[in-house]
Nanobody, 130 residues
Framework: EVQLVESGGGLVQAGGSLRLSCATSGFTFDDYAIGWFRQAPGKEREGVSCKSVRDGNTYYADSVKGRFTISRDNAKNTVYLQMNSLKPEDTAVYYC???????????????????????WGQGTLVTVSA
């Protein structure tokens, strides 16, 4: 059974940090780029970051560039999202998804058509207070 399980969300003050984890199982981890997405209340799900397996390239939405860092631990089949300098507008449910290069496109910045992605975790809530 394919599983992606997020953890690490919580309540943090603006300017603080959190590290999210996405533990995966049920598929060959090295075959898939894993990425992070988020959905704020009343908004559509949007891409945050994706890390390619083949060349190690990383992709970030402009809104998080320079503040968030994605990384992979292939020995643990886990992907992380280190989030620094958090802002209230980062408040959202954060999801990880496999095969995140699908739907990735560039239009003055990196965006994702999330409809192309099929393997998702259940999400973890991040709340940033002002």
């Amino acid at each position: 059974e394919v599983q992606l399980v997020e953890s690490g969300g919580g309540l943090v003050q603006a300017g603080g940090s959190l590290r999210l984890s996405c533990a995966t199982s049920g598929f060959t981890f090295d075959d898939y780029a894993i990425g992070w997405f988020r959905q704020a209340p009343g908004k559509e799900r949007e891409g945050v970051s994706c890390k390619s397996v083949r060349d190690g390239n990383t992709y970030y939405a402009d809104s998080v560039k320079g503040r968030f860092t994605i990384s992979r631990d292939n020995a643990k089949n886990t992907v992380y999202l280190q989030m620094n300098s958090l802002k209230p507008e980062d408040t959202a449910v954060y999801y990880c998804a496999a095969d995140c290069l699908r739907g990735l496109y560039y239009s003055g910045g990196y965006y994702w058509n999330t409809g192309f992605l099929e393997l998702w975790g259940q999400g973890t809530l991040v709340t940033v207070s002002a």
